[in-house]
């Protein structure tokens, strides 16, 4: 068992195998010092015996460093008295070190690792008796044991800063240096010199196969898989598996399939074809046909009964919020929407009903097939009437031939119905996009501090000299008062973006030179900011963009589209769509049309229309998380 005792500061000498390499912030050192000088070394070094009487620091070399500049500075005497524990001659160093270290500021990861690596590799202590000495788990020693697995040259970049730890675990699942420096390579390239995040390296890795997470692979039996010669890995999280044989999977998942495809072919319908990539490739088909409709009187009774019912109990709550407008309380307006979205999902469980009871003709399934997908559930799903490009002329003759005067057989393009006119956002949700969209406005326009001073310009001549030259006001609204808007992110849904954005600039304006000010005294003021004047150089520009930013108010669609084309605004750094602040709040429709906009897919209302509104929402939520830059989807009304 070692000792405690107070050893002199000029006795002591840092160890060269200390634990620690990366650095720790200045502010950190800086604050340890702090504390250091004001109350003394309140926490123990421990050390070991060296040579010539000195005790070598194994642990504690910040705190030996800190009381080192004290030392320097002539504020401690070299003999400054620092708590030390001295370890016994059976006392692991390394291993004591490591524990000290684990209980201050956190290591780095690749720190951890390395020392793991000695003492598991080196001195042969049990990955069980790591995790129980240093207060963790043997899966999380393992995990960053598993780091060794990674090229030298990733881990000094993560060590470096320059590459994230979740990326760096992402390469673990590559299974040599060579090929991960490749992949590095690729990635970094894709992001022109930039960082390398962990998603586009799992994307990188899954290019030639699939995630375990993927609904592709939840069809398949991964012991047949395996048997078959398929290969896999995991990354350092372990959350995530790889199958690397594409077409394996792929082969699978037909075989998996193949008796729904004869069954359709079987129904007469002239081919059934399996897509994995259904929502990743342009819609290949050039028409759909459409089933020939129930006739109005053998729809059953009570389906028509409930359609209309739940079709004017939704009107009646739109009319309820539109007629409170601001004066509905929170508690009421969540209330209404959520009654509101219920009664839309049970009208499209009724207009669903109601469309499967609509059958194909022979006619109509001898030029046209199937399209069996796997949907975003991992559920099985049959796109039926679908007319590759050399039936297009026999599916409009097996039209004429089948239409008897109603819309029996028709055909129409590949977005599945006639154009509608879409409902309009609730007010609360207009009004709140309109909000998000001032508030990334109003930062990048302080950003873009030359435009910022034009509009400023503009808006004084426009708002006096137009009016004192021509007697009477500008046939426009001018976007910029001279006071300042008032700007929140909403009394509604709180967006963590935009709040983060207001702050941003809230700090901005906080940061600017006003030493020049004095609240109590105009002329005083006046003076000091003439003074000052020569010496502000770009800081006036900043002072006049910020106000520009401040005394932005809402403009029309037409002038906020001209600014943001002007400032080249990506409105998805301020804000994106979530479930919560956008998707949830927006009719079925609307969702239906957003939904071709963001998968890219025309087909998309075909696919979803039988979908809750609440399914849909999380669809699309699911979507956005997978895009992490700025540049992603946004409403027609943010662009």
């Known amino acids: 068992m070692g000792t405690f005792a107070t050893i002199p500061f000029n006795k002591l000498t840092l160890s060269e195998a200390n634990i620690r390499k990366s650095a720790t912030s200045p502010e950190a050192d800086a604050e340890l010092k702090a504390s250091i000088e004001a109350a003394g070394v309140l926490l123990n070094l421990i050390v070991s015996k060296g040579k010539n009487g000195k005790r070598v620091v194994e642990a504690g070399g910040r705190r030996y460093r800190a009381v080192a500049e004290l030392v320097k500075e002539k504020k401690f005497p070299r003999t400054y008295p620092v708590p030390c524990y001295t370890l016994d001659a059976n006392e692991n160093a390394e291993q004591a070190a490591l524990i000290e270290n684990t209980l201050r500021e956190d290591m780095h990861p690749i720190d951890e690792y390395e020392a793991y690596s000695r003492l598991h590799f080196v001195h042969q202590v049990p990955i069980e008796k790591i995790a129980a ?104 999280f372990a959350s995530v598996k790889y199958f690397h044989n594409r077409e394996l999977v792929e082969e699978l998942v037909k075989e998996r399939l193949a008796t729904e495809v004869q069954g359709l072919l079987d129904d007469g319908w002239k081919w059934a074809d399996v897509s994995l990539d259904f929502y990743n490739k342009p819609n290949p088909y050039p028409k759909i046909l459409d089933p020939v409709p129930t006739p109005e009187d053998e729809i059953p009774a009570e389906l028509k009964a409930r359609q209309q019912e739940l079709t004017e109990r939704i009107d009646a709550i739109e009319q309820t919020l539109n007629d409170a407008g601001d004066e509905t309380d929170d508690e009421t307006f969540e209330r209404l ?18 469309e499967m009871l609509d059958k194909y003709s022979d006619e109509q399934k001898a030029v046209s097939g199937c399209v069996i997908y796997v949907d975003h559930n991992g559920q099985i799903e049959i796109l039926r009437g679908r007319v590759r490009k050399e039936d297009v002329k026999n599916a409009a003759k097996a039209a004429e031939a089948d239409n008897t005067g109603t819309d029996a057989g028709s055909t129409s393009e590949p977005d599945g119905s006639a154009e509608e006119e879409l409902p309009n956002l609730s007010q609360a949700l207009t009004q709140d996009l309109n909000r998000w969209r001032m508030i990334g ?109 401040l005394m932005l108010t809402n403009p029309d669609d037409d002038f906020y589209r001209c600014l943001i084309n002007d400032m080249d605004t990506v409105m998805g750094k301020y804000w994106r769509p979530t479930a919560k602040n956008y998707f949830n709040r927006a009719p079925k429709p609307v969702l239906l049309q957003d939904g071709t906009e963001i998968f890219g897919d025309d087909e998309f209302p075909h696919k979803h229309r039988a979908k809750t509104k609440a399914d849909l929402a999380a669809l699309l939520d699911e979507r956005m998380a997978q895009e992490p830059g700025p540049d992603v989807w946004v409403p027609s009304l943010m662009r």
Not at 337 to 354: F, M, P
Not at 448 to 468: H, K, M, Q, S
């Open 133 to 236: 000495q240093f207060g963790t788990t043997s899966l999380e020693v393992q995990k960053r044991l598993k780091l060794g697995n990674v090229a030298p040259e990733l881990r000094q970049l993560c060590r470096d800063g320059e590459l994230a730890l979740d990326a760096l675990a992402a390469f673990t699942a590559i299974e040599t240096p060579e090929k991960q420096m490749e992949c590095y390579e690729a990635v970094k390239k894709r992001t022109h010199g930039g960082h390398v995040p962990a998603w586009m390296v799992r994307e990188h890795i899954n290019d030639s196969g699939y995630r375990s997470d993927d609904k592709v692979i939840r069809l398949i039996d991964l012991d047949e898989y395996a048997a078959r010669g398929g290969t896999s890995s995991t990354d350092l």
């Open 337 to 354: 929407e959520e009654e509101k979205g219920e009664a839309e999902d049970a009208l499209s469980q009724v207009n669903h009903e109601i």
């Open 441 to 549: 406005l109003k930062l990048d326009l302080y950003y873009n501090a030359e435009l910022a001073n034009d509009l400023v310009d503009f808006a004084v001549i426009c708002r006096t000299l137009i009016p004192a030259i021509h007697g009477r006001w500008s046939g426009f609204t001018v976007p910029v008062s001279l006071h300042v808007d008032e700007v929140s992110t909403g009394t509604g849904i709180e967006d963590e973006r935009a709040t983060q954005t207001l702050r941003e600039l809230e700090s901005i304006c906080g940061a600017l030179n006003l030493d020049w000010y004095d609240p109590e005294d105009a002329v005083a003021s006046w003076n000091n900011f003439r003074e000052s004047c020569p010496t502000l150089g770009k800081e006036r520009m900043k002072l006049r963009a910020c106000c520009a930013a």
